[in-house]
């Protein structure tokens, strides 16, 4: 039986990683000192990944010689608005709703781990009239290494008081996949063809909230 449901946040509580991924592009081409196309591929290294390492990519990526430090002022600069002025309501999936009730009406713990900032998913969470939900949240940020280093989810095992082979992971980035799997929980991909996200490591794969309410249901009676 299910004792955990841990979410990733971005494009998988809100459809947000799209939006990103685009004005990520537009970031880069704003910085690059070079005149080659960067394929999809590329583009979609930044999915998933910590604000600190997200720095690291758009230089890589760029050739820029602006340091890190400026970079990701650069960055901040760039999404704030986008941020402050985003309507989370309309991009929220609206049928996670039916996950929580499931997990509350079988006592399972619920939980977020995010590479976002703790005050962003806060602020999220909130929006979505949410947060009240969950009995942990957790932010890549806390960390030194952000997905898909495994301790965000180690740590989130830790706290919630559950084994991993209980738990389950709702992810849909390549490193979010990856982080979990190394924390030894099964992994269920929110399915993203938009993007070139490679998602064939997860255990399952949902097309949205009531596919994954299905294999979660499943999962909890075994």
Request: proline share 2%; aromatic share 10%; net charge negative.
């Amino acid at each position: 039986m299910l004792q955990a449901i841990i979410f990733d946040m971005d494009s998988v509580i809100v459809d947000t990683e799209f939006l990103e991924y685009d004005l990520q592009a537009q970031l880069i081409e704003s910085i690059k000192e070079h005149n080659r196309t960067l394929t999809p591929l590329e583009l979609a290294e930044v999915v998933g990944k910590g604000l600190s390492e997200i720095s690291e990519i758009l230089k890589k990526l760029s050739d820029s010689s602006l340091s890190l430090e400026e970079i990701k002022q650069r960055y901040f600069d760039f999404f704030k608005p986008l941020f402050n002025s985003v309507d989370y309501r309309s991009i929220f999936r609206a049928d996670i709703l039916k996950i929580i009730e499931f997990a509350k009406q079988h006592h399972i713990e619920l939980a977020v781990a995010s590479s976002s900032l703790l005050e962003h998913i806060q602020n999220i969470l909130t929006e979505c009239d949410i947060i009240q939900h969950f009995d942990f949240i957790v932010s890549g940020e806390q960390f030194k290494r952000s997905k898909p280093d495994p301790t965000i989810y180690r740590y989130t095992l830790e706290k919630l008081g559950v084994e991993a082979q209980s738990a389950v992971a709702i992810e849909d980035s390549f490193f979010g996949i990856q982080a979990a799997q190394a924390a030894s929980i099964p992994v269920m991909a929110y399915e993203e063809k938009r993007m070139h996200i490679d998602q064939s490591h997860a255990k399952y794969c949902g097309k949205n909230m009531l596919e994954i309410l299905a294999i979660i249901k499943q999962l909890h009676a075994h």
